[in-house]
T-cell receptor, first 114, second 113 residues
Framework: AQSVTQPDIHITVSEGASLELRCNYS??????LFWYVQSPGQGLQLLLK??????LVQGIKGFEAEFKRSQSSFNLRKPSVHWSDAAEYFC????????????FGQGTRLTINP | DTEVTQTPKHLVMGMTNKKSLKCEQH?????MYWYKQKAKKPPELMFV???????INESVPSRFSPECPNSSLLNLHLHALQPEDSALYLC????????????FGPGTRLTVL
């Protein structure tokens, strides 16, 4: 069955430090992969997506992610975080069973220390 | 217009009330979704509409009734809800069937008393 694992429930980094959020997936074919960010009480905003092609994907707000098929991973990175990056981050994979469904990971909560 | 809008932002209702949540997009997207999100959890898919037809119902209780009047609008009618239905309800849309890139609205915070 398709699944997404985000191993880190909560990460704390200092402002200006680099960031890597981990995402591992289980999927029978080449997946579509997504990273979303959610601020408290808000909807989800798409940061970046991977469908095919270049395995290093650039997104909004200075984020990037790298698709590694051999490791079934799609980790999110940012070279220098800002206090405004504090939020919940969700990795997602689709389509599911040929349908327009996404499977989300459990999320990683990012806290930024000043 | 590149956003999904949802109304109301907050809703408080009793267990005997009937209310509706509304979602609108003007991006020409042909698939629209309802999700339920509890605190500190990922969104859970409830319904998918594709080309204005219900294509996925994730075994949602009948007290939730979706409606897609046209390609831009999606409603969720609520009746006889339970306190455990209190959650953030998110609407999303995607460009076409088979394209899983979903754009989310800000959500409606529902409290059932």
């Amino acid at each position: 069955a398709q699944s997404v694992t985000q191993p880190d429930i909560h990460i704390t980094v200092s402002e200006g430090a680099s960031l890597e959020l981990r995402c591992n997936y289980s999927y029978g074919a080449t997946p579509y992969l997504f990273w979303y960010v959610q601020s408290p009480g808000q909807g989800l905003q798409l940061l970046l997506k991977y469908f095919s092609g270049d395995t290093l994907v650039q997104g909004i707000k200075g984020f990037e992610a790298e698709f590694k098929r051999s490791q079934s991973s799609f980790n999110l990175r940012k070279p220098s975080v800002h206090w405004s990056d504090a939020a919940e981050y969700f990795c997602a994979v689709g389509p599911i069973q040929g349908a327009q469904k996404l499977v989300f990971g459990q999320g990683t909560r990012l806290t930024i220390n000043p | 217009d590149t956003e999904v809008t949802q109304t109301p932002k907050h809703l408080v209702m009793g267990m005997t009330n009937k209310k509706s949540l509304k979602c609108e997009q003007h991006m020409g997207h042909r698939a629209m979704y309802w999700y339920k999100q509890k605190a500190k959890k990922p969104p859970e898919l409830m319904f998918v509409y594709s080309y204005e037809k219900l294509s996925i119902n994730e075994s949602v209780p009948s007290r939730f009734s979706p409606e897609c009047p046209n390609s831009s609008l999606l409603n969720l009618h609520l009746h006889a809800l339970q306190p455990e239905d209190s959650a953030l309800y998110l609407c999303a849309s995607s460009p076409r069937a088979g394209n899983n890139e979903q754009f989310f609205g800000p959500g409606t915070r529902l409290t059932v008393l």
